[in-house]
């Protein structure tokens, strides 16, 4: 998702609005993120604070009008997170989307462009309790203050951890029961194909094929995804490090044993990838010839459900594969 650019209208956002977040001295933006959990306050309090890139910021303990934007909006809906505002996302991107993800995207209001463009007053009109945002540090810097001017905000850069990032934006929407059984059910998966495909993994080869809807005419990737990145820093699948390709290189895919390739939530090809499967050269490949060939689900955005629908689609690929 692209990062952001302003759209400031003569209107100013008004200074009653003003959060003032509590004062931390780490309030760069580090690669690492803090270790801090943001569910740390008691439940019952009015109020929460959760570590972020930009110092401990306190946010209400159960808000009804949160903005997600940029990068945070899949990760915000995935967690079951309804917000009135959020960046839009493209249409190809949101058919792959499971139906109630859509339509909590539909019920809010767009209030940023796909390509990145935010519209402050808009923003303001909304009158959100919080603001999350996952987006880079200089972009952040160019629009932060008028951000907290609106409300407090929790912002996450783009090289912090994913699982703190989705720990931080479910800590500001009051979404920690979704957050922990999607992230039990996640590291249940993760344990279960360690454990049952222990002696596959070593030595299957196994690649994952990638394209999105808006994809140039006759290329696509290899071990691009996030979810692809996420499992390799998992120790599952030791995938090789992403390249692009061209369709007049699909052959170079007969080395492979198990071939992944992107799908919508329903396990069914999205209009991104189906131009490569629907080539002779795919049709012809051993892996796709044998069975070997499997969809999994990862749209364009880190959270533990997502994590876990991914985790699903490879158990049922490696199934497929014989055992030692």
């Known amino acids: 998702m692209p990062l952001p650019t302003v759209r400031r209208r003569a209107t100013a956002v008004a200074t009653g609005l003003l959060v003032t977040a509590l004062g931390l001295a780490a309030c760069s933006a580090p690669a690492a993120a803090p270790s801090a959990s943001p569910s740390a306050s008691p439940t019952t309090a009015q109020t929460r604070q959760v570590e972020t890139n ?17 990068n945070a909006a899949l990760a915000y809906l995935d967690m079951g997170g309804k917000p009135v505002g959020i960046t839009a996302v493209d249409e190809g ?20 462009t796909s390509s990145g463009e935010i519209d402050l ?10 603001i999350v945002i996952q ?30 990032r989705v720990e931080a934006f479910a800590g500001a929407g009051n979404l920690l029961d979704t957050l922990n059984q999607q992230k039990a059910t996640y590291q249940q998966l993760a344990t279960s194909i360690k454990q049952n495909y222990a002696d596959v993994l070593k030595t299957a080869k196994i690649v994952e094929t990638y394209r999105f809807a ?42 492979y044993d198990l071939i992944l390739y992107n799908a919508r939530s329903d396990g069914q090809p999205g209009a991104g ?29 880190r959270s533990y459900g997502f994590m876990a629908k991914y985790l699903e689609g490879l158990d049922q690929a490696l199934a497929t594969l014989p055992k030692e």
């Open 54 to 70: 930009d110092g401990t910021v306190t946010v209400p303990a159960n808000p009804q009008r949160v903005v997600a934007l940029v």
């Open 121 to 130: 007053e808009k923003v303001a009109s909304l009158k959100p309790d919080v």
């Open 214 to 255: 808006g994809a140039e005419a006759g290329q696509f990737a290899i071990n691009q995804s996030l979810c692809a990145e996420a499992v390799k820093e998992e120790g599952l699948v030791d995938f090789e490090a992403s390249a692009p390709m061209s369709f007049e290189q699909i052959g170079k895919l007969a080395k």
């Open 135 to 164: 987006t880079g540090d200089s972009q952040y810097g160019k629009i932060g203050d008028e951000l907290k001017a609106i409300a407090p905000v929790v912002f996450l850069n783009q090289e912090s951890d994913w699982k703190f």
């Open 273 to 301: 990838i189906q131009p490569l499967l629907d080539t002779n050269a795919w049709k012809l490949l051993p892996a796709v010839k044998a069975g070997h060939a499997k969809p999994v689900y990862c749209p364009w955005g």
């Open 93 to 112: 991107t949101l058919a792959d989307l499971p139906a109630e993800q859509q339509a909590a995207y539909r019920a809010a209001t767009n209030v940023a």
